[in-house]
């Protein structure tokens, strides 16, 4: 018996979780000396997108012919080798669209379509009818095999449905005849909650009756067809089968994790460790339910690992665009590496990271002599540059109230060359917070600019300069001539100092002002000044010829209103 610790206050729940069973008390999983934790992967998978078969079946509004061929060009385009494109016996979209690939010829040399069929000696044909004429292409045979589906669905026995599959099996091979192009794939569906020697016995069965071989290998696809434990399982089921497949060498082995715990992704990366070479899914994971395991995920993530993808997601924002049409559904905003708000910062503390990450790429890249996007990256919060997939830097910072000084400072300096002074851009960032929480929206860097401009370039205050001159009128010596107008009172006033900036100060206190620096910078762009005056500080700025004159004059109306 567990007891709750002190920390943790949660009661039991009034859920009636006792009505489902784990997943060790309706499927045994061997486990025998686990390789996979301590593997590496170290090369992509062969990736296999099925959006045009799978994933068409769960759209409300499934594809027609146009939506699948523009479907079709982007996974060629993209890189895809071996492509799921139809389940051409279920309806006669799939088998017309199948029909365009083989009468068009549009087929690259080296793609590899792939059919599905159930155990149907009628629906085999149909398949069969469909892929004629394409020079090489996978039938992909499927059949439920766990005991609720026998027994709940099929109605049929553990022999029963060898029977079935053996007989589908022999059909396929005499279809194919000698042709060499075509190759097979079995699915025994709901894998994870087959009996393990079952699954062995139908695909050793297969491999045999199909004589697979190394330069003709048969894929036998282990599909989480609905997910029923944590990905470690899944694992341990795949590395059994690997371990224990029949002509192994001659054996292709695929998986197809859903998503309905929410762990599709690793899933799929666990089965890899595991021994699978192959995985099955969707761009941006569409599919029954939570989805199929999403490939653009699972090929960047290798990526982001320092491994090649075997597949160009350059352009992410192309690839999403046309799946959202094709799919007529969204992708998250938060979807890893494609949302559009994945590569965004709000939070203070990770633009402030951010900002001097890129900086310091920068830096290391300009010092050893590599272009940026070569350079290797290692840059706070963001996994990958989002350069890599064709996003650009302005999307990575912005700015709400939620956001600090490091993000406030990064979008000036970028879109408007206003690179504020590190102890200044605290003082911009709490005006910043005030507007945004007014008015509860994001702030355009324009809107930024706008707000910078009325805080500390406005003219118009309780201390203006009219006329005014300076000259150095000895070496190290500078005078200050002016008219101020300060409060009710104008007068004409004059100063001398080290410089201009300290004889204008001068100027000032003969005025009635008395004005202490305590910080000044120019960048030739702005210059920027923190002022006490009467006790107070603030910070001011300034633009143009007399930027330095400017800054002092914004800081200490901002002082003294």
Request: glycine share 8%.
């Amino acid at each position: 018996m567990t007891t709750t610790p002190v920390w943790n206050p949660q009661r039991p729940s009034p859920m009636p979780y006792h009505r489902y069973r784990p997943f060790q008390d309706r499927v045994s999983v061997p486990v025998a000396d686990r390789a996979w934790p301590a593997a590496r992967i170290e090369r992509a998978p062969l990736w296999v997108p099925v959006d045009l078969r799978d994933g068409n079946q769960a759209l409300a509004e499934p594809m027609d012919t146009p939506r699948k061929r523009r479907f079709f060009d982007l996974l060629v385009a993209v890189g895809f080798k071996e492509i799921e494109v139809g389940y051409p016996s279920a309806s006669r979209t799939d088998f017309d669209f199948v029909r365009h690939l083989a009468d068009g010829g549009v087929v690259p040399d080296d793609v590899t379509p792939v059919v599905f069929t159930p155990a149907r000696a009628d629906l085999i044909d149909r398949t069969f009818d469909a892929i004629e004429g394409l020079p090489r292409a996978v039938v992909h045979l499927y059949i439920a095999t766990s005991p609720v589906w026998r027994e709940v669905v099929l109605g049929r026995s553990r022999a029963e449905v060898w029977r079935t599959v053996r007989g589908a099996a022999e059909h396929m091979a005499r279809r194919a005849g000698d042709a060499p192009g075509v190759r097979f794939q079995f699915s025994p569906e709901t894998f994870n909650l087959t009996e393990p020697d079952f699954v062995l016995e139908l695909c050793d069965g297969l491999t045999e009756l199909w004589d697979a071989s190394p330069d003709r290998p048969v894929t036998h696809n282990l599909p989480a067809t609905v997910e029923i434990a944590t990905p470690n399982v899944y694992a341990d089921q795949i590395e059994y089968a690997h371990r224990n497949l029949a002509r192994r060498d001659s054996v292709i082995l695929s998986v197809h994790p859903h998503n309905d715990r929410g762990t599709g992704v690793a899933c799929a990366e666990l089965a890899v460790l595991a021994g699978a070479q192959r995985v099955e899914g969707c761009l941006f994971g569409n599919g029954e339910r939570t989805g199929n395991v999403d490939l653009v995920t699972l090929a960047l993530n290798l990526y982001a690992q320092g491994v090649d993808p075997m597949v160009d997601l350059g352009d992410i924002d192309a690839v999403r665009e046309t799946v959202e049409h094709c799919n007529r559904l969204p992708v998250h905003p938060r979807h890893p590496y494609a949302g559009d708000l994945v590569h965004t910062a709000f939070s203070g503390t990770h633009q402030d990271a951010i900002g001097k990450g890129l900086a310091e790429h920068a830096r290391r890249a300009r010092e050893s002599g590599v272009p940026k996007a070569q350079a290797p990256w290692s840059v706070p919060y963001l996994p990958i540059d989002p350069a890599d997939v064709g996003r650009s830097y302005e999307a990575v910072i912005r700015v709400n109230s939620q956001s600090g000084k490091g993000g406030v400072a990064y979008l000036l300096r970028t879109h408007h060359g206003i690179d504020l002074p590190a102890r200044m851009r605290a003082d911009f960032a709490r005006v910043v917070q005030e507007a945004t929480d007014d008015s509860g929206r994001e702030a355009t860097p324009k809107e930024l600019y706008e707000l910078f401009r009325a805080t500390y370039l406005t003219d118009g205050a309780a201390v203006r300069l009219h006329d005014w001159s300076a000259w150095e009128q000895a070496p190290g010596v500078h005078r200050f001539v002016c008219t101020l107008e300060a409060g009710d009172r104008v007068g004409d006033h004059e100063g001398t100092g080290a410089g201009p900036l300290t004889a204008f100060v001068d100027a000032l206190a003969g005025a009635g002002v008395a004005v202490e620096v305590l910080d000044f910078t120019e960048d030739g762009t702005a210059a920027f000044a923190e002022c006490r005056v009467g006790g107070v500080t603030a910070w001011g700025a300034g633009t143009g010829p007399s930027a330095a004159v400017h800054a002092v004059l914004s800081a200490v109306n901002r002082a003294v209103r």
